[in-house]
């Protein structure tokens, strides 16, 4: 469910009309609705409603946008970061250290040292030699760094190859059946305090089985490294849960149903629960609004050229993503068409042969749950500046990032002295 309705004709992000967004900063320019980032916190939250004190901590890199990230602190969320730079962005959006979750595989030691240094609860480990290489980072500081295993369960995901992260040849986490192993040679390392498990087995997963196969394989884990001493007390679950993108398509599990299901396997496990959740809390919270070029005939459809591209949203370029694509003032008119942009690659397509509202050169179109995984990949291919953002509460919105001019991307670049005239 989302914030984004027809009304009187014409699209709204709550109570303001997305025209007089575009009319105000103009075009490309991504869209968050407060209410629906709310209301999906709190639908998250009560399918987890009979654990004791879960930690929701938000995945960072689905939107880092400064205002969003406050207002999902106000909510209590911590964070899952991937890098020093989130880290910073997390903290200075207001989420609390001791909220804050480290993952990746390429940790450096200048990150583990600034993570360290906040005090963060939990670092997510992925190898051996990043166990090493942390220990003796905390006890260089006079510390010991909390620690989890991330463990791969070598479970299939089911979900585009891209985004898959569970099955062995991928690159995240430890060899399960080596567990055992790993988590007594890290005991031994001075300046870790192992304290979980952790587990992710990938993104917009659309159907439970694969995430229950791999939290069983977690709770059989925390069961013998509890027998073999170890002092677990946190299990990692990670996020993964899909949306509706495609309102063709049968809708994924709900929270409630991803809930229950976390609650019947984990209900003897004697560790405090942890999720990730990225794409489900952002994902229908936002939208990509962008306006028509023009409209030119194509050989079997015609092709609506608008002013977005793949720079400002990746996701159909890389993973051939279907994001539903709406007018916002639709005449009630429909007709197939292929929706592209202007950078010159035909990876630059929204859709192909669509059953679209019909538009015309001016109008204004929304491609809809871009609050995931959108700004966040935008880049400046082709030199277009990135994508502004706005974020709307009722009937206030205020510009949350502004677009850069121009200049900034060329006034970035140096020329060096033997060139310059
Ligand atoms: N935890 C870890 C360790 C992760 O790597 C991720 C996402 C998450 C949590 C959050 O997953 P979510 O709840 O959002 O599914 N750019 C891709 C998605 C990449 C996901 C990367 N990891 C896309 O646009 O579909």
Not at 346 to 365: E, I, K, N, P
Request: with cysteine.
């Amino acid at each position: 469910m989302d914030h984004f309705d027809y009304v009187d004709g014409a699209m709204q992000v709550e109570q303001v009309p997305m025209a007089a967004i575009a009319d105000a900063v103009g075009t490309p320019v991504y869209i968050y609705s407060t209410a629906t980032l709310e209301r999906h916190v709190s639908v998250f939250r009560a399918g987890l409603a009979s654990l004791d004190n879960p930690l929701i901590a938000f995945a960072v890199k689905a939107n880092p946008n400064a205002a969003v990230l406050a207002t999902l602190a106000q909510l209590g969320l911590g964070a899952d970061v991937v890098s020093g730079g989130e880290l910073l962005r997390a903290v200075a959006a207001g989420i609390p250290a001791d909220r804050i979750v480290f993952s990746g595989v390429g940790k450096t030691a200048d990150e583990m040292r600034l993570a360290l240094d906040h005090g963060i609860f939990q670092f997510n480990l992925e190898s051996e030699p990043e166990a090493e290489m942390l220990s003796d980072v905390a006890l260089s500081m006079g510390r010991r760094a909390p620690v989890a295993y991330r463990i791969n369960p070598d479970v299939d995901a089911g979900t585009h190859a891209k985004i898959s992260t569970g099955k062995s040849e991928n690159k995240f986490g430890i060899p399960y059946d080596r567990a055992l192993e790993s988590y007594a040679a890290a005991r031994d390392l001075p300046g870790l305090d192992v304290q979980g498990v952790a587990v992710h087995i990938g993104s917009q997963l659309t159907d439970l089985a694969p995430l229950e196969a791999a939290f069983v394989k977690v709770g059989a884990l925390v069961e013998k490294l509890r027998a073999a001493g170890h002092d677990i007390r946190t299990a990692d679950l990670g996020g993964g849960l899909g949306v509706p993108y495609d309102p063709s398509q049968p809708l994924p599990p709900s929270p409630a149903d991803y809930g229950a299901m976390v609650t019947r396997v984990t209900q003897d496990w004697p560790v405090r629960l942890m999720f990730e959740p990225g794409r489900v809390i952002v994902g229908n919270a936002g939208a990509l609004l962008s306006r028509v070029v023009r409209v030119k005939q194509g050989a079997k459809a015609p092709f609506v050229i608008v002013d977005a591209a793949m720079n400002d949203l990746l996701r159909p370029s890389l993973y051939d993503a279907w994001h539903d694509i709406r007018a916002v003032a639709p005449t009630g008119e429909r007709a197939a068409a292929n929706v592209v942009g202007p950078v010159c690659e035909t990876g630059d397509t929204f859709a192909m042969h669509r059953d679209l509202d019909v538009v015309q050169a001016g109008d204004l179109v929304a491609f809809m749950t871009a609050g995931a995984y959108g700004a966040t990949m935008a880049g400046t291919y082709n030199s277009r500046p990135l994508t502004p953002e706005v974020l709307v509460t009722g009937d206030k919105w205020a510009v949350v990032r502004a677009r850069p001019p121009i200049e900034a991307l060329i006034e970035g670049d140096t020329i060096p002295d033997w060139l310059a005239q």
